[in-house]
């Protein structure tokens, strides 16, 4: 498929998603009726399109709270020659940046890279995925209340000191609720919440995510390389 045409559907993606929220207003904070229905339809709980950017007030025991943003800077080759197409993400955080390249495969929002940055982008960690990692699935079966399933891929670092590096990773998803009622300071969202557990690492982790339809992720606990920073919603835009 042609460079355009993935810019395309990545466009139309993103308008069929803000129709489902009820639009966006001036003040740029999405109107999602509360109580509205999970969407099934698409990708309505994670919203990618280029241009689209949210504000999330972040906040850790071990730092000063302060406001960040993730926003999908474009649509190009993950590998910036031939590899999959996939959407530039830049997420901010309280200890660093992280530069992702993620695509809609099937019913799944997945990631094939990621890079860590500093200040100047500098790459200071270059990490693969094989085939991919999931960062959120909508197939019908994975947005339905206890359902629990696992995930393994393989993480290879590229940039030195670690290039070459390579380990497999496991994941436990558990989707705890579909209804689940939050208020951020973006405002009062039902949400459906799902823990991914890494049992993998060196300090196993839970990262608690709350995503609305037609919104994206509204807030989420154990974000942050130590595993301790909550992230809550102040604004969305969505082209």
Request: glycine letters at 8%.
């Amino acid at each position: 498929m042609r460079n355009r045409d993935w810019q395309m559907l990545g466009l139309a993606f993103g308008t069929a998603i803000a129709g489902c929220g009820g639009g966006t207003p001036a003040n740029g904070v999405a109107d999602v009726p509360d109580g509205a229905a999970a969407i099934t339809d698409g990708v309505a709980y994670f919203p990618l399109a280029v241009g689209a950017a949210w504000t999330y007030r972040i906040s850790s025991p071990t730092a000063t709270t302060a406001d960040k943003m993730t926003t999908v800077e474009a649509l190009e080759a993950e590998d910036g020659m031939n590899g999959p197409m996939a959407f530039r993400i830049r997420n901010e955080a309280l200890d660093g940046t992280n530069i992702n390249w993620e695509q809609l495969s099937g019913t799944a929002i997945v990631r094939y890279r990621q890079h860590v940055v500093d200040a100047s982008d500098n790459v200071l960690i270059d990490k693969n995925y094989a085939p991919s990692s999931v960062d959120f699935d909508e197939s019908e079966a994975h947005l339905v209340a206890a359902m629990s399933w696992n995930e393994t891929y393989l993480e290879t670092q590229t940039a030195a000191p670690a290039a070459g590096k390579t380990k497999q990773e496991f994941v436990m998803w558990t989707v705890e609720a579909t209804d689940d009622v939050v208020t951020v300071p973006a405002g009062t969202f039902t949400c459906i919440r799902v823990r991914r557990h890494h049992s993998s690492s060196k300090n196993p982790a839970d990262e608690v995510a709350w995503y609305a339809s037609g919104t994206g992720k509204v807030k989420e606990t154990g974000g942050g390389t130590l595993a301790d920073q909550t992230r809550e919603l102040v604004s969305v835009r969505l082209p």
